[in-house]
């Protein structure tokens, strides 16, 4: 399961002037189509082959690439990865060499470059909310965790209940239905109960209510405040039939629909605050400098969008061309993704980075972010746009 913890731990690594490949592989679920995995990783890795018998590429940094390329197609011959993707990087000559399995497909490709491409990961790791599932009905809870395709059942229980009557008639009618709906409140706090126990420790982001109509009604009226706003929606499932394909089903696009909607909020909410002249960079260019001069609080990047640029290790000034850096003079190291080393930074300075897959503005825009100060005058004394 990849963790923050991963992410961290493989922007971290250092070719120390030598280039790490990463490879990202889809890997299909259909053990019948894993035969052409190796020769499919052989194609990806082409550029790569030619780069490491390239004679105007340094001598150290060639026989690096051969070693990397030997060690993952080794690795794709011998072991059978999960279903989903698989990321890999290496620097042979740095005894760096990291496989990490994704829970989803993401874009196939190889980056040769003096740091780890890491945006696929970030954006598979922002997608991924931890969910608490709760289906309920009047007398019968189960309480489940989804996190990166996977469901785990965490607890269920079923309380005292009244078979309601085909028919009654009178006083006696009006006496059973009052116990009836009594019992399904009390069902629907003891829910609850357990359900801020659940949320006390921050072990969940979101939660989603399965259910018929008539039962998931009443049970959202009970929560409290904390805990109704943690509700990304709800589906209708029958409790007593379910079954687990079921539930990991209609809660996981319980959640596709919550994150795209986040998605929108959120770029709708940094146009915004740019258009009045609030705390916010729209624009790659702006970003660009907002991150040259860590003012990004939240970055949000277009999913799969790549686009060349230029680095300066020593000031950390981002650019999409260049051949010196406007801040300290020094040369600028050609980068095959300047988004990618922006979303390094923004986390490197304590920021959040969202990948934008949802149909908004950002398309064209490709970059927006919330700032933690206004810019100051970009190089040369230009205001930001």
Known sequence: MITSE????IIRLDG???????????VPADYGERDRLHSYVHSLLADVREMAQDKSIDRDARLSLRG???RIEQTFQEGEPPAGAVAVFSCSRRDIYEVVNLPRPVRERAVVDETPFVRPMLAVLDEYRRCCVVVVDEAFTQLWELYQDELEELRR????????PDFAYGFKEFTIHNRVRELAKRHYRNTVTMLEGLFRGNAFDVIAVGGHDYETRPFLESLPPRLRERVAGTFVIDAKT????D???QAGEVLERYEREEERRLVEQTLERAAAGGWAAVGLSDCLWAGSVAAIEKLLVQEDAIVPGVVCDESGWLGTAGETCP????PLRQTPDILDELAQTVIDEGGSIEHV?????LKALLAAAELRFPLPPKPGGQPAD
């Open 16 to 26: 120390g002037g030598l280039p790490i490949v990463s490879l990202y592989v889809r």
């Open 357 to 361: 897959e949802a149909d908004t503005q």
């Open 157 to 164: 229980f079923r309380d005292p209940a009244l078979r309601k």
């Open 68 to 70: 990397d390329l030997e």
């Open 327 to 330: 801040l300290c003079g020094k």
């Open 242 to 245: 379910a079954t687990r394909n």
């Open 6 to 9: 991963t992410v961290q731990r």
């Open 247 to 249: 539930i990991k089903q």
